[in-house]
């Protein structure tokens, strides 16, 4: 396989269909076909990992330099049900791609002037440098920036030396209405670190009080913390637990919830843990931290005792099996027929989107409202150690957060925590009965 600019090219690779991309070795590098144009013009290729289903990847060469980006899961046998794409899809989101970024980089280039520098190059600049420091999250930010900013071309054509502190609170009147306030502060968190990123980039070419615009403009909105409305009581945590296991006889999903209500934890933070994190003999599992913020060596993980009867449930993930293994994993399916899929081989959870449809069936079989989050039971297990009179610190520790998140989010609880603490200790000059 050639490169398309400077290498010698080679002849296309067959991927049209999933028989053919079968038969194609798992590799990181993806296989590519030509779709339109020549050397330089638009390429299609497929990528395979051992063990992961399936990608399309589409390429170009806009400006002297080469750019891919993943477009899609591939229809093969093991594709996940309702989001992979056939070849002929394929190729057509890899050509509406290649338009749509020819088209930006045109009118970046053509704003690239120090004086007319616009909202959209300040944009790309940053979502590019997110994905190139973390793949993964970069390319989530990067899509919710092109959704909800670029895709409002009155605001991404503004010119940065011109902005002001009203052209984004009108934009913000823009953005739908069904946003809820914490989706909305991640989208301003993400253009306020566009834009101030751009400003430190070009700062002799721009106002000195465009910071103070950015600032104000990008105001979070005020957002009422989801911690009470979603603090579960024990005999909820408990059905939704056992529901959970019934919706899948399999146990898996069962095994999930339980140690996200045990334990507190993140979804990501569950599917990174191993079999080797289960300190039976201890009573206790060993929870990873999440990968946050630029630390410059990783935290140790962080010790969670857990009760008896949950260790004998979550014993068929970590009995008889490697330490390196992933704890908790779910059968991936391959389909044989017209909507019909069979089981094939175990893997770990990815996504936090491949529970939705179990958790909702799990709600259901409780008896749980519809808008119950899987994440209402880490602010219950916050809440519980705090109810117990745990220190915060302590609680902040054990769940893999600040004491200054606790104190912002649970600010009721411990006022109710520490005035239950505060009445044990009150005098009393009543006289004792005899």
């Given amino acids: 396989m050639g490169r398309l600019c400077g290498t010698k090219h080679l002849p296309d690779f067959q991927i049209d269909t999933a028989a053919k991309r079968a038969k194609l070795p798992a ?27 399936g990608s399309w990847v589409a390429k170009i060469v806009v400006a002297g330099k080469r750019v891919e980006e993943r477009i899609g899961a591939a229809d093969d046998e093991n594709a996940a049900v309702g989001d992979a794409l056939p070849y002929r899809q394929a190729v057509a989101a890899a050509l509406e791609w290649s338009r749509w970024k020819q088209s930006a980089v045109a009118e970046a280039k053509k704003s690239a002037q120090p004086n007319n520098l616009t909202v959209t190059q300040a944009v790309e600049d940053y979502a590019e440098a997110r994905v190139a420091r973390a793949p993964k999250a970069g390319a989530i930010t990067r899509g919710r920036l092109r959704s909800y900013v670029l895709d409002d071309t009155a605001f991404a054509g503004l010119a940065l030396a011109k902005l002001r502190a009203t052209d984004i609170e009108a934009w913000r009147r823009r953005l739908p209405k069904r946003l809820a306030p914490t989706t909305e502060n991640r989208i301003l968190n993400d253009l306020r670190a566009a834009l101030n990123a751009a400003c430190e980039r070009h700062r002799r070419n721009l106002p000195p009080f465009l910071r103070d615009e950015i600032r104000v403009g990008t105001r979070a909105r005020p957002a009422a913390s989801n911690a009470r409305k979603q603090v579960l009581p024990y005999d909820d945590v408990r059905r939704i637990v056992d529901a959970a296991f019934a919706v899948d006889p399999d146990g898996d999903f069962g095994r999930l919830v339980m140690l996200a209500a045990a334990t507190g934890a993140r979804f990501c933070q569950l599917a990174a843990m191993r079999v080797e994190h289960v300190q039976a003999e201890f009573g206790r599992v060993l929870v990873p931290t999440a990968s946050k913020g630029r630390a410059a060596r990783p935290k140790p993980p962080i010790a969670v005792p857990l009760a008896p009867d949950i260790l004998e449930r979550l014993s068929p993930a970590f009995e008889n099996r490697a330490t390196k293994d992933a704890l908790l994993e779910r059968w991936a399916y391959r389909r044989t027929g017209p909507f019909q899929w069979t089981k ?22 409780a008896g749980a409202p519809k808008r119950t989050v899987m994440y209402a039971l880490r602010h219950s297990s916050i809440v519980r150690g705090l109810r117990a009179g745990l220190p915060i610190r302590l609680v902040a520790a054990a769940h893999d957060t600040s004491v200054e998140m606790i104190e912002a989010h649970y600010s009721a609880f411990i006022i109710d925590a520490t005035e239950d603490l505060a009445r044990r200790a009150a005098i009393s000059f009543a006289e004792a009965a005899e």
Wanted: charged share 30%.
């Fill in 27 to 53: 590799r990181k590098n993806p296989y590519w076909t030509k779709i339109a144009g020549g050397r330089g013009g638009v390429s299609l290729g497929y990528r395979r990992i051992e063990g992961a289903p």
């Fill in 344 to 365: 094939e081989r175990r893997r770990p959870w990815r996504a936090a989107y491949e529970i939705e449809k179990l958790w909702s069936a799990a709600l259901a079989h």
